[in-house]
């Protein structure tokens, strides 16, 4: 049965980046699913995100990643991949569709789209338990959510950046059914997009508390959901909404599992992403960034020259002296240099992707922060402090982190920033959201497969914050209107 009903389910969907004609007729004896059971097979396969690519080269984008240039001609081609990316190169998606799919966010995320609007859309169709239908229900919705909110951050500027309307400022377009329609979707505004992005959490996250625990990390529950929350809400980003972060992240914090001590992973061949090893993973999903051999840009083969791409020396040097960061989350070989390692390289299942509880501590502490810098609320400063210095005991040698004390507001919100460039590095495009959050520019040394030096700098408020549509979407869809760049 569920055999015939990928069959089914991909003789009626029609993918394109554009999402226009999404679905094509499927004729009258094809097999559709009939029960909760089929539709939940769906959801697993087209839906949950599993094993693409998962935006890495979002890294390429930050100070997370360096350039060695290209010492080996087997690496020309993952040096070539990530250079227009690197050096902040406008046209940086205009390759026509021979850029690799992993740059492709545009496709990828609304293909899920697609699978999740399968889900809401059919299950008044198929037999089950009202319970069962809402918790596929559910699922759904928060990962329509989900992928909404990482369109936004990769295809739009930050909600509350300087000089942006957000009533004006273009988000990206809603498709919000399966039902066919011969209408080329056009862009949203920024505050449509998030006032959606709200909604599906919301609705989301009172389905999941009332019908569904997850059995494993591979689901997402209501304690995703309320990171997520958290999340959007940190990024909306208004006094309102910093007071729904705090709330939602403290809901996460109480319900929640435990933060990892990272003293447990030393020396094991496991790291924070491994779900069996460590307790504080919510959600995973997605495959390895670095030990991934479909990766265009950072996997190693056996060469004896250092890879084109590898962790910079900046931010490995951010680390102090017994933080055990700089040990489980890299790792180095002398030879080819520095690679994340989120999760274990002999790992099986997971990746280095997902929603970990390190991240409700830190958007909980961030939130309070931005809230004493405008209030000047005693209590929200000593909570702010007392969550950093909560997570980053966790992540020292057992018995040597000392607490941090910080009373000046703006130094509380730099420390704050620069914890989650040191905790959530080389995850979920963590650091280029925050890159475009905090108006930061950045600066790359790049080296050419000559071996020629020059520097590229994105500037500060950059116009690529808002990176390029693909050339492909663009091209099917002529009610696209491009970013400025």
Known sequence: MKNNLYVWLWGILFICSSCHDF???????????????????????????????SDSYLMLLTDEIQCNGSLNEMYATKHENGTPVFTFNPMMFDGGE??????NSWKVYYEKIMGCNVIIDYIPEVSGTEQEKNALLGQAILLRGFYYLKLAMIYCQAYNAEGVDPKTALGVPLILTMDLTDDYPERSSLETLYGQVEEDLLTATSLLEENYEPDNVYRVGNIAAYVLLSRFYLFR???EDLDKAIQYAQMAIEQGPMLTRLSMLVGTDKSIYDSDASSEVVWCYGGKSFYNSSSPYFFTQSYQEIVPWDVSSQLLGAYGTNDLRDDVYFSTDFVRGTYGSKIGYNSSYGGDHGIRMAEAYL???????????????????????NDLNTLRETRYVAGTYVDEEITNAQDLLDFCVNERRLELCMEEGF???????????VTHRYIDSEGTEREYVLESNSLLYALPIPYDAMERNYKLKQNPR
């Open 98 to 103: 021979s850029f690799p799919d992993d740059v």
């Open 237 to 239: 980003g208004s006094d």
């Open 431 to 441: 650091r280029w959201f925050d890159i475009k959050r905090f108006g930061l520019s």
């Open 363 to 385: 958007n909980r502490a961030e939130a309070l922060t931005r809230r004493f810098m405008t209030k000047g609320d005693e209590n929200d400063r000593v909570q702010a402090l």
């Open 23 to 53: 679905f094509k007729e499927s004729s009258q004896d094809e097999i559709k699913p009939s029960t909760v059971e089929d539709l939940r097979s769906v959801m697993y396969k087209e839906a949950y995100p599993y094993q693409f690519a």
